[in-house]
C-alpha cells in the first residue's frame, strides 16, 4: 500500500473525524423510510434494554442486604420472613426476562431490518445506475466508485443504525450506572472514562487506515473481480481452455490478492496488537477499583451488598463505555464507507431535455449536419464534420474499417453522447429537443455486442419493446421477421424456451441462431420507423449476410434502415452507401456511383470480391 497523503494533519482531525459523522443522519433516515414500525420497535426496546441492567443491578443490592438481615434476623431469633428475599428475587427474574427479550427483539428487527435495507440500496444503486450517461460507465473511476458503493454499501447502513442505537442503549445504562456509582465515589466514574479513551483513539486512527485502505484497493478488486469472471463464465472458459490460459490468469488472480492481504495483513496485525496493550489499561483500571471497593467494604464504609452493586457496575460501566467508544470508532469507519455509497448516488447526472413529440417536417428524415465528436479523455476525434441526410422509406450502409466511427454515429443519434460540434435533426427537429423517451420508441438498434439474456426465447425478444415484453403475438411475429421462428419451433418450449446456461434446463445457441434473436428483437419495436443494424450479422458468412440485410430492408416497409457492415458485398443494394475512414466520410453515394468513380470503395469491393472468385 503506497503511502498515504490524504490523511489530514493533526490540527484538523478532530474537525474532520467530526465532519465524517454526516452520514449517520442519512443512515437513520435511511432506516426510517425503510420501515417505521421497526424503527420505532428499535427505538422502544434500546430505551428498555438501556434502563433495565442498573434495575436489575440495585435489585441484586437489595436481595444481597436483605438476605444478610435475613441471616441476623434468623440467628437471633431463629425464624424469618422469607417473602421479602423471594420478592425481590422475583422481580429481579422479571427484569432479567426483559433484558432478554429486549435482546432478542433488537435482533430480530436488526435482521428483519438487515434484509430490508440491502434491498433497498441495492435498488438506489441500480435506479441510480439508470440515470448516469454511457459516458460515465465507459469511465474506469466511476467504475471504481460503484465497486465501493456495492461492496459494502448495502450493509454499512444499517450497522451504521445498530451502533447508533447501541450507543444509545449503552449510554442510557450508563447513566444508570453513574447515578449508583457516583454514590460511592465521582472518582471512580472519571476512572472508567479515562482508562477507556486510548483504545477509543487506536480503533479510530486505525478506522480510517481500513478505509483508505479499501479505496486504494478498489481498482485490484475489479481486476480481480474480471479474472473471476473470465474464469468461470461459460463464454470465455472455452477460449481460456483452448489457448491453456487458466494457470496464468488463475497465477495473475492470486498475485492480486497477495498484494491487497501483504498490506491488510500489516493493518490488521499492527491494529490488534495496540488494542491489546491499550486494553491493558482498561484491566487494570477494573482491578484498581476492585480494590478500593474491597477495602471500602472490609472497614466496613459500605455494606457488602453494595459492595456487590458497586463491583457489578463498575463491570458493566467498564464495559457499556467501552462498547460506545468502540461504537463510535465503529460508526466513524461505517461513515467513512458511506461516504462511497453517497459519493456515488450524489454522481452528477446529465438532465436529458427537450419534450417534442414530433418534428416540424416529418419528410425529412434524419440529417447529420457539419457532426464532429470526440470521446471524453481521448485526444484524437472520432468523427469530424459528418454530414449526411437519410430520408423516410430509404436504406444506408456504413461502410469502414474498425474504429472509423460507424457505431459511434449511431450513438450520436440515440443520444447517447452529445456531438462536439453541429447537429443531428429528426424531422426537422434538433434531437436534443426531442423528449429522449419518445426519440428512443422510434429507433430500433441492434448492436454487434448484442446482449444475449438469460431469459425465455420470447422474453429475448420482448426486450425489444419493453410495452410488449410479455406479448406471445408479437414474439410470434417478431420470430418470423427475425428468420427465428424455424429454429425456436425445434425448441423443447418454443418461445417458452429457457436460454443460456445459467440456469436450469436452459437451451444454448448457436452464434447465427443468437443474431436472429437478435433481429427479430429489433422487429419487435414495431412502432420504430428508424431501423440500425450494427454488425449483428458478423458471424454470418457473406451469403448469409446478404440474406438478412435484404429480408430486412424488404421488411423495413416505410421505414429508414441503417445497415453497418465491414463487407461491401452485403451493403451493394442499400439506397445510400457512406465510406467511412479516420472519422470522415470518404466517400458517398449508391454501389453504381461510388464503382464508377473507381476510388477506395471499388478498390475494397473489388478485393473482396476476389475472396469468393475460384482460382
Known amino acids: 500500500m503506497p503511502a498515504r497523503t490524504d490523511w489530514p494533519k493533526s490540527s484538523n482531525r478532530i474537525k474532520d473525524f467530526l465532519a465524517v459523522f454526516q452520514y449517520s443522519r442519512r443512515a437513520i433516515e435511511l432506516v426510517w423510510q425503510t420501515s417505521r414500525p421497526l424503527t420505532w420497535g428499535m427505538i422502544s426496546l434500546t430505551i428498555l434494554a438501556g434502563i433495565l441492567p442498573a434495575i436489575a443491578a440495585y435489585l441484586g443490592q437489595l436481595i444481597v442486604d436483605t438476605v444478610l438481615a435475613s441471616i441476623d434476623i434468623y440467628q437471633q431469633q431463629g425464624s424469618v420472613d422469607y417473602m421479602p428475599a423471594l420478592r425481590l428475587l422475583f422481580f429481579e427474574g422479571i427484569v432479567i426476562a426483559l433484558i432478554a427479550a429486549a435482546s432478542r427483539g433488537l435482533s430480530a428487527q436488526q435482521s428483519l431490518l438487515r434484509a430490508m435495507m440491502g434491498q433497498r440500496v441495492n435498488v438506489m444503486i441500480l435506479e441510480k445506475a439508470q440515470t448516469l450517461s454511457l459516458a460515465q460507465f465507459e469511465d474506469s473511476e466511476f467504475y471504481d466508485k460503484l465497486t465501493r458503493a456495492r461492496r459494502e454499501a448495502s450493509t454499512r447502513p444499517l450497522a451504521l443504525v445498530n451502533k447508533t442505537f447501541s450507543l444509545l442503549q449503552n449510554s442510557i445504562a450508563l447513566f444508570s450506572f453513574a447515578i449508583l456509582l457516583i454514590q460511592f465515589s465521582p472518582w471512580a466514574l472519571l476512572m472508567l472514562f479515562i482508562a477507556a ?191 449526411l441526410h437519410l430520408s423516410p422509406g430509404e436504406s444506408l450502409a456504413l461502410v469502414g474499417d474498425n474504429g472509423s466511427g460507424k457505431t459511434t454515429l449511431i450513438k450520436l443519434m440515440t443520444r447517447l453522447y452529445q456531438p462536439s460540434e453541429g447537429r443531428i435533426l429528426l424531422d426537422g427537429l434538433d434531437i436534443n429537443k426531442w423528449c429522449p423517451k419518445r426519440l428512443r420508441e422510434r429507433i430500433g438498434v441492434i448492436f ?132 467511412l475512414r479516420h472519422g470522415q466520410i470518404l466517400e458517398q453515394g449508391n454501389h453504381a456511383s461510388l464503382m464508377a468513380q473507381n476510388g477506395r470503395y471499388a478498390e475494397l469491393f473489388t478485393l473482396q470480391a476476389k475472396g469468393y472468385l475460384p482460382d
Open 197 to 387: 479513551l486510548p483504545v477509543f483513539i487506536s480503533e479510530a486512527k486505525f478506522s480510517g487506515d481500513a478505509f483508505h485502505l479499501s479505496r486504494w484497493r478498489s481498482p485490484e478488486l475489479r481486476r480481480q473481480m474480471y479474472l473471476e469472471t473470465v474464469l468461470a463464465r461459460e463464454d470465455s472458459i472455452k477460449e481460456v481452455k483452448l489457448f491453456g490460459l487458466g494457470p496464468l490468469l488463475l497465477d495473475k488472480y492470486k498475485e492480486i490478492f497477495n498484494t491487497i492481504f501483504g498490506a491488510e495483513r500489516r493493518l490488521i496485525i499492527r491494529r490488534d496488537l495496540w488494542g491489546f496493550l491499550l486494553g491493558l489499561l482498561g484491566t487494570l483500571a477494573f482491578y484498581a477499583a476492585y480494590a478500593w471497593i474491597v477495602i471500602d467494604t472490609i472497614q466496613g464504609m459500605i455494606t457488602l451488598g453494595q459492595m456487590t452493586m458497586y463491583l457489578l457496575v463498575f463491570k458493566q460501566g467498564q464495559s457499556a463505555i467501552s462498547t460506545n467508544l468502540t461504537a463510535i470508532s465503529g460508526m466513524y469507519e461505517d461513515n467513512l464507507y458511506l461516504s462511497n455509497l453517497y459519493e456515488y448516488l450524489e454522481q452528477p447526472v446529465e438532465i436529458e431535455l427537450g419534450t417534442a413529440t414530433e418534428g416540424p417536417n416529418p419528410e425529412d428524415g434524419i440529417r447529420f449536419d457539419h457532426v464532429s465528436f470526440t470521446y471524453p479523455g481521448a485526444e484524437k476525434p472520432a468523427l469530424t464534420d459528418i454530414s
Open 448 to 579: 454487434q455486442d448484442f446482449v444475449r439474456y438469460q431469459f425465455l426465447v420470447g422474453e429475448n425478444l420482448g426486450a425489444g419493446d419493453v410495452n410488449a415484453f410479455y406479448d406471445e403475438e408479437r414474439w410470434l411475429k417478431a420470430g418470423e421477421l427475425g428468420l427465428a421462428d424455424g429454429f425456436i419451433k425445434e425448441l423443447p418450449n418454443h418461445y417458452h424456451t429457457q436460454l443460456g446456461r445459467w440456469f436450469k434446463g436452459g437451451q444454448e445457441l448457436s452464434g447465427g441462431q443468437w443474431q436472429k434473436i437478435a433481429l427479430g428483437r429489433a422487429f419487435m419495436r414495431s412502432g420504430a420507423d428508424i431501423l440500425v443494424l450494427d454488425e449483428p450479422t458478423a458471424a454470418m458468412d457473406a451469403e448469409a449476410e446478404a440474406q438478412v440485410f435484404e429480408h430486412f430492408r424488404t421488411h423495413a416497409e416505410q421505414r429508414m434502415v441503417i445497415l453497418i457492415s465491414h463487407r461491401f458485398s452485403s451493403v451493394r443494394t442499400a439506397d445510400k452507401i457512406v465510406l
